[in-house]
C-alpha cells in the first residue's frame, strides 16, 4: 500500500493562484477564495494520510534501515525489520547449546546436584501430604475438613455466626433465650442441638463466654452436643422422681440424688386431717381428726376419748386430794383407792330399852370413850356431839355435828353411824 500525495490536478484552480491583481470579488468571496487549498485540498490529504498509518499494515510501507546482524534480504520497511528480527530471536531462543556460556551461579539457579536433590526432596513432601489427605481428607474436601473460626453476635432475638466452612466453632457473646431464632452471615437458618431445636436445648443454661462447634451444610445449623433428654425430660429430673440411694450423673456438678422410696405403707388414716404425703409417688391427704385441749373429771360412768385422734391439745384428768382412804367407806375402793373407814354403828332405835341399839329418850352411843349422838324422845331430836364424826344416819337420812329435829323419824327407826362411805361435808371428785 503506496501513501496518497497532492498532486498538480488536485491544486488546479485553488486558491488565489492566477487571479488578477486585482480579484474584484466581495469580502466574503475573498475569504472562501483564501481558505480553498487548505479546507479543500491540504486538510482531506492529511485525514486520508493519518487513516493510512493506522491500518494494520501500515507497517509495511513505512521504510527502515535494516540493523547489522540481519539478513541481507531483509525488506527495508518497517514490517520487514521487525519479522526478520523475531525470527532472529526464535531461533536464539531454540538453541539448547548455551552459546552465552551462563553458569548457574550467574542466575542463582540450582546446579544439576541441587536440582536432583530438591526434586527428590519435594517428591518425598507431595508423597507424604498424598497419604495424609488420603487418610484426613480423602473426600479433597480442603478447608471444609478442618475447622473454622465464626464470630457470633447477638441482635434482639437473632444469633448469628459469621464465618465460613463447614465444620466451625464460635465463642458465644450471648446465652440463648427460648424462642431465640439463628442466622449465618445474616441469613436466617434452622438450628439444632442432637434432635431438639438448639434454642430450646441450650436456654437456661450459661454459653455467654462459652465456645460451640458446629456443623454447616448451608442450610442448617447443627450444634454439636446435645443427644440428651427434651427440655420437659429434664424438668423430670428432680430428687423425688428418683429412688432413693440412687444419683444421676454423680461426681459432676449435675449430680441429682433420689430421695423417692417405695416401701412406704402410710393411707389417709395414718395422717392429720388437711395435711399431705406422698407414699410410693402417689399423693395421699390425711383423715386422722384432732381433738383439741380437754378436762374430764371422773365419774359413776366411764368417759372414752375415742379412737383415731390426733391429740393436738393436753387432755387432763382430774384429780383430787380428798381421794384418800380415810374418806372412803372400809371394803369400798374409789379409782384404787381402797377405803379405811370403819363402821361403828348400825342398828334401830325405839322409845324403850333396845339391847344392843339405840332407844329414844336420852340414850347415847359411845364408842372408845366418846360419845357421838343420843336421841331424846318427844319431840324427837338428835345430838351428834363429836366433832370428828364422819357422818349419824336416821333412817338413810345423813346429819352432821350438832342438834337436829327428826319429828319425822320413825319410833322403831335405823339409825346408821361410822366412817363407812365419803364422810360427811368431804367431797370427793365433786361427789
Known amino acids: 500500500m503506496a501513501f496518497e500525495r497532492i498532486t498538480e490536478d488536485d491544486l488546479q484552480g485553488k486558491g488565489n493562484l492566477g487571479r488578477p491583481d486585482t480579484p474584484g470579488v466581495d469580502t466574503t468571496e475573498m475569504q472562501r477564495i483564501l481558505d480553498e487549498l487548505p479546507?479543500?485540498?491540504?486538510?482531506?490529504?492529511?485525514?486520508?494520510?493519518?487513516?493510512?498509518?493506522?491500518?494494520?499494515?501500515?507497517?509495511?510501507?513505512?521504510?527502515?534501515?535494516?540493523?547489522e546482524g540481519l539478513p541481507e534480504d531483509t525488506p527495508a520497511t518497517a514490517q520487514g525489520v521487525l519479522e526478520a528480527m523475531q525470527a532472529g530471536a526464535a531461533e536464539h531462543a531454540a538453541r539448547t547449546d548455551n552459546p552465552h556460556a551462563v553458569t548457574a551461579a550467574q542466575t542463582g539457579a540450582y546446579t544439576k546436584e541441587e536440582t536432583e536433590e530438591a526434586i527428590g526432596r519435594r517428591v518425598v513432601e507431595i508423597g507424604a501430604g498424598d497419604m495424609a489427605q488420603a487418610v484426613y481428607d480423602p473426600a479433597r474436601l480442603g478447608v471444609d475438613v478442618t475447622v473454622q473460626t465464626y464470630t457470633h453476635t447477638r441482635s434482639g432475638t437473632?444469633?448469628?455466626?459469621?464465618?465460613?466452612?463447614?465444620?466451625?466453632?464460635?465463642?458465644?457473646?450471648?446465652?440463648?433465650?427460648?424462642?431465640?431464632?439463628?442466622?449465618?452471615?445474616?441469613?436466617?437458618?434452622?438450628?439444632?442441638?442432637?434432635?431438639?431445636?438448639?434454642?430450646?436445648?441450650?436456654?437456661?443454661?450459661?454459653?455467654?463466654?462459652?465456645?460451640?462447634?458446629?456443623?454447616?451444610?448451608?442450610?442448617?445449623?447443627?450444634?454439636?452436643?446435645?443427644?440428651?433428654l427434651p427440655a420437659a425430660d429434664r424438668a423430670k429430673l428432680i430428687p423425688g422422681n428418683i429412688k432413693a440411694g440412687v444419683t444421676f450423673f454423680e461426681g459432676t456438678p449435675r449430680a441429682v440424688a433420689g430421695t423417692f422410696t417405695a416401701d412406704a405403707d402410710a393411707g389417709a388414716a395414718d395422717l392429720l386431717s388437711g395435711r399431705t404425703a406422698y407414699v410410693n409417688g402417689e399423693k395421699v391427704t390425711g383423715s386422722i381428726p384432732s381433738k383439741a385441749a380437754?378436762?374430764?373429771?371422773?365419774?359413776?360412768?366411764?368417759?372414752?376419748?375415742?379412737?383415731?385422734?390426733?391429740?393436738?391439745?393436753?387432755?387432763?384428768?382430774?384429780?383430787?386430794?380428798?381421794?384418800?382412804?380415810?374418806?372412803?367407806?372400809?371394803?369400798?375402793?374409789?379409782?384404787?383407792?381402797?377405803?379405811?373407814?370403819?363402821?361403828?354403828?348400825?342398828?334401830?332405835?325405839?322409845?324403850?330399852?333396845?339391847?344392843?341399839?339405840?332407844?329414844?329418850?336420852?340414850?347415847?352411843?359411845?364408842?372408845?370413850?366418846?360419845?357421838?349422838?343420843?336421841?331424846?324422845g318427844q319431840p324427837k331430836m338428835l345430838y351428834v356431839q363429836y366433832e370428828a364424826t364422819p357422818y349419824v344416819k336416821v333412817d338413810g337420812k345423813t346429819y352432821g355435828p350438832g342438834q337436829h329435829d327428826i319429828s319425822s323419824a320413825k319410833d322403831n327407826c335405823y339409825v346408821e353411824y361410822g366412817d363407812t362411805g365419803s364422810r360427811a361435808g368431804i367431797c370427793i371428785l365433786g361427789v
Open 158 to 228: 437473632v444469633h448469628n455466626f459469621a464465618g465460613s466452612g463447614a465444620n466451625g466453632r464460635a465463642l458465644m457473646t450471648a446465652d440463648v433465650q427460648a424462642g431465640d431464632t439463628f442466622a449465618v452471615n445474616g441469613e436466617p437458618v434452622a438450628a439444632y442441638m442432637g434432635t431438639e431445636s438448639a434454642a430450646g436445648a441450650m436456654a437456661g443454661s450459661q454459653w455467654n463466654g462459652r465456645w460451640v462447634s458446629f456443623v454447616f451444610d448451608g442450610e442448617t445449623l447443627n450444634f454439636k452436643g446435645g443427644g440428651g
Open 39 to 67: 479546507r479543500e485540498v491540504i486538510v482531506p490529504a492529511f485525514n486520508r494520510l493519518a487513516e493510512q498509518l493506522e491500518a494494520a499494515d501500515a507497517a509495511a510501507s513505512l521504510g527502515a534501515r535494516p540493523p
Open 294 to 376: 380437754a378436762t374430764y373429771t371422773p365419774a359413776a360412768a366411764d368417759q372414752t376419748i375415742e379412737a383415731g385422734q390426733y391429740l393436738s391439745g393436753a387432755q387432763t384428768v382430774r384429780g383430787d386430794a380428798n381421794l384418800k382412804a380415810e374418806n372412803i367407806k372400809q371394803g369400798a375402793s374409789i379409782f384404787g383407792v381402797a377405803g379405811a373407814l370403819k363402821l361403828l354403828y348400825a342398828g334401830g332405835c325405839k322409845t324403850g330399852t333396845y339391847a344392843g341399839g339405840v332407844r329414844w329418850n336420852g340414850a347415847s352411843y359411845v364408842y372408845e370413850g366418846h360419845s357421838y349422838f343420843y336421841l331424846t
